[in-house]
């Protein structure tokens, strides 16, 4: 089967282990304090307004960015919960299993809203620290490009500085484990530690390229815009966040089809080079946990598609 008959996963890192999602079902493995691997399965709900939304171009990365921070805020709280308790002492979450059952809405509300939060501060401070250049680099021009010139050397400077810190890196290493994975699966080999590790860390759907094609979108976005007054700038740059979200999800799936054409794959290349900053090779233990993730994703979504199949044909 080639590459483009086989089903596309998507995946995330979370503190001690990796979640993937499939058509059905999302499945997330973490290694516990005692060593052994706990998963947590949830399936696949859709917003019906999002799957029309998914279905529009432009429209479709807003909708997908959405979906994939509020499903991906549940298992990073389960993962967060759980990674350093002794299973011994599962008692203590399970005491407030019901009232976290009712939370889940609120987990993913404020996924989303983290996001939305993290992506205004990363617009709004260049444009201020531009705005201090504005002596020196009075056009529009020179305005925008300098903003840009900001909001790239922040975001490479945040998420250098925060990989320092060990439990992040750690977060890396399994971000690495995850894309070794899906590159292994995708490239036809047999799920192994041998095989996953022999692999790239890096892939082209990577989110950390979404992060980046923002900031090259922005550029030329916001070329369409005055800079000046600043009240018109701070609104412009907000009201664009939609706009410059879905032309960057839009470049990344273009990047990603062109992968196999020469000349035209080196179009996604700033991406990849941005996971050197947010994936790190990972530990045997940690691409283990990384495929057993995968397989139980896989099994799920082989049960889901038999079903399916046999109540078509009763």
Request: net charge positive.
């Amino acid at each position: 089967m080639s590459n483009n008959q086989k089903p596309v996963y998507g995946g995330q890192a979370v503190v001690e282990g990796v979640m993937f999602g499939g058509k059905h079902h999302y499945v997330t493995a973490i290694r516990r304090k005692d060593r052994s691997v706990e998963y947590f399965r949830m399936p696949r709900k859709s917003i019906q307004a999002f799957t029309f939304l998914k279905k529009i171009p432009f429209l479709r990365g807003i909708a997908a960015i959405i979906e994939a921070s509020a499903n991906g805020s549940k298992h990073l709280n389960f993962s967060t919960e759980r990674f350093d308790l002794d299973p011994k002492d599962d008692h203590t979450i399970k005491e407030k299993e019901v009232s976290k059952l009712s939370m889940y809405l609120g987990v993913a509300a404020i996924g989303v809203i983290s996001f939305l939060f993290g992506k205004f501060i990363f617009t709004l401070v260049p444009v201020f620290l531009a705005l201090a250049t504005k002596p020196i680099f009075p056009s529009d021009f020179a305005q925008v490009l300098v903003e840009g010139f900001f909001k790239l050397i922040l975001l490479l400077s945040y998420i250098y500085f925060v990989s320092l810190t060990p439990i992040v890196k750690r977060v890396f290493q399994y971000h690495g484990a995850e894309h070794k994975v899906i590159n292994t699966f995708e490239d036809g080999k047999e799920l192994t530690i041998e095989n996953v590790q022999a692999h790239s860390r890096l892939h082209y759907r990577c989110g950390s390229s979404f992060i980046l094609f923002t900031v090259i979108v922005g550029v030329f976005v916001y070329l369409l815009v005055p800079t000046s007054p600043l009240w018109l700038r701070v609104v412009d740059r907000l009201a664009l966040i939609p706009v410059v979200l879905g032309i960057s999800f839009e470049v990344l799936q273009f990047t990603n089809k062109l992968r196999e054409v020469p000349v035209l794959k080196y179009l996604g290349l700033p991406g990849l080079w941005l996971q050197l900053l947010t994936t790190k090779e990972p530990a045997d233990d940690q691409v283990e946990v990384a495929i057993l993730s995968f397989k139980e994703l896989l099994k799920m979504e082989k049960e889901t598609n038999d079903q399916m199949k046999t109540e078509e044909i009763v």
